[in-house]
Structure formats: structure tokens, C-alpha cells
């Protein structure tokens, strides 16, 4: 699965907007909080389908969120120094 995923990030990367904003992943964020609880709550009622359609869009908007995390500059690494 972690292969699959791998292979999905470029095209999921090609996807995102140029210009992401804060309030644009926040949005993603507090989408994902509710569908968690609507998961929840159809598992708990029997709702597998709903439970399923759930999960799947789940799925799409943390691998959205993740192809842009990975396609963010990333900090410069604190090797090269020395603590005393």
C-alpha cells in the first residue's frame, strides 16, 4: 500500500493549486474533523456505505494535504552545528 501511495503523490501533487493558502489547508483540516465524526457516527448506526464514502473522500483530502506537505522547501538541517 505504502508503494501505491508513493506513486500517487506526483499526480497528486500536479493537482494542487500554486498558490495554496493557510486558510485554504485549514479548510481541508476542519473538513476532514467532520467527516471523522460522520465515520463514526455511521459505523455506529450501520451506515456502511455511507461509512465507506466517508472514508474515501477522507482518504483523497489527506493525501491532497500530504502531496502538499511534501512539496513544501524543507527547513535547513541543524547538523552542521554545535550545541554547548
Known sequence: ????????QPMMAAYYPNNVT???????LDE???????IVESQNSGKLTECAENQSR??????????IADSQPQPPTMSGQVHT
Do not use: E
Open 58 to 67: 477522507l482518504q483523497r483530502n489527506l493525501m491532497y494535504l500530504a502531496a
Open 1 to 8: 500500500m505504502q508503494q501505491h501511495l508513493m506513486q500517487m
Open 22 to 28: 493557510t486558510d485554504h489547508i485549514q479548510q481541508y
Open 32 to 38: 476532514n474533523k467532520s467527516l471523522i465524526l460522520k
